[in-house]
């Protein structure tokens, strides 16, 4: 099922026009997928470090259409390119080549494998980042949900989108589907395994997230005499935006905000 989720949501975001672009295939790709064949299947989570912090810094989140939506990393290009260093790389793979430049190194099998990590540390890493509330600048280009140009600049990152991405319910590719999502990857086409929140119950057990929502927030809906949830249109909608807005906000905690595990190294 993530196998198929995965590939279905490249294709649905480019033709989303998302701006993604197509890519051939790396001469090295199956040196590639051997890599993160090993990241995936190893016993235990890759210990955190300072390179896999500079990774996700400059990890590109989009809206990923499923369901209610929500946010995701995107598999194609999963980190920002901000530099025309980056643009002169004879390296096919567009995300590889990036990563190459962030950390600063030729060393094709040390960012492939360190890029692979981040895919499987970025839930923990949400799960227990902190940022204070205030105002962060967005990457250039962002762009927040049902909108088709770049998003203003600044975000108001609130108490209300620490609890919410602490407590978001990730799917990720495991140990048993790695092989199918590599083996099925399109040739023009690299796909980096990354995790998004579950757009159908992206805080709990409830499709009817917005139930999740309030009591996670500490406002809970009211029940009537018969026990079921009394739905205010005007809640409803206060939340839907809260919870579109958690786009923006995984955005700048991805940047900003301070890891609730230990660097090492």
């Given at each position: 099922m993530i196998r198929r989720q995965l590939i279905s949501l490249a294709?649905?975001?480019?033709?989303?026009?998302?701006?993604?672009?197509?890519?051939?295939?790396?001469?090295?790709?199956?040196?590639?997928?051997?890599?993160?064949?090993?990241?995936?299947?190893?016993?235990?989570?890759?210990?955190?470090?300072?390179q896999h912090l500079l990774l996700i810094r400059q990890l590109h989140v989009n809206w990923v259409?499923?369901?209610?939506?929500?946010?995701?990393?995107?598999?194609?290009q999963p980190l920002w390119s901000s530099s025309a260093n980056v643009n002169t790389s004879t390296e096919a793979d567009s995300a590889?080549?990036?990563?190459?430049?962030?950390?600063?190194?030729?060393?094709?099998?040390?960012?492939?494998?360190?890029?692979?990590?981040?895919?499987?540390?970025?839930?923990?890493?949400?799960?227990?980042?902190?940022?204070?509330?205030?105002?962060?600048?967005?990457?250039?280009?962002?762009?927040?949900?049902?909108?088709?140009?770049?998003?203003?600049?600044?975000?108001?990152?609130?108490?209300?989108?620490?609890?919410?991405?602490?407590?978001?319910?990730?799917?990720?590719?495991s140990s048993d589907?790695?092989?199918?999502?590599?083996?099925?990857?399109?040739?023009?086409?690299?796909?980096?395994?990354?995790?998004?929140?579950?757009?159908?119950?992206p805080y709990g057990n409830r499709s009817y997230y917005q139930i999740d929502m309030a009591e996670l927030l500490g406002q809970p809906y009211a029940k009537n005499a018969q026990g079921k949830y009394i739905l205010p249109p005007d809640k409803d909608q206060a939340l839907a935006s809260l919870h579109q807005q958690t786009q923006a906000a995984l955005q700048v905690l991805f940047m900003y905000g301070t890891p609730g595990t230990s660097i090492q190294g």
């Open positions: 294709g649905a975001l480019t033709a989303g026009s998302l701006g993604w672009w197509w890519l051939r295939k790396d001469a090295a790709a199956e040196d590639r997928h051997d890599i993160i064949r090993a990241v995936f299947t190893a016993n235990a989570l890759p210990t955190f470090s300072a259409p499923e369901e209610s939506g929500a946010p995701g990393i995107d598999p194609v590889l080549r990036t990563a190459l430049h962030i950390l600063q190194t030729t060393d094709r099998t040390r960012a492939t494998r360190l890029l692979a990590e981040v895919c499987l540390l970025i839930p923990e890493f949400v799960a227990s980042a902190t940022l204070p509330a205030g105002s962060y600048s967005l990457p250039s280009g962002f762009v927040q949900p049902k909108q088709h140009a770049s998003a203003s600049q600044a975000f108001q990152f609130l108490p209300a989108h620490q609890l919410l991405l602490n407590a978001a319910q990730w799917r990720e590719v589907s790695i092989d199918d999502v590599l083996n099925d990857e399109d040739p023009s086409q690299p796909l980096w395994p990354m995790p998004y929140i579950d757009g159908k119950r």
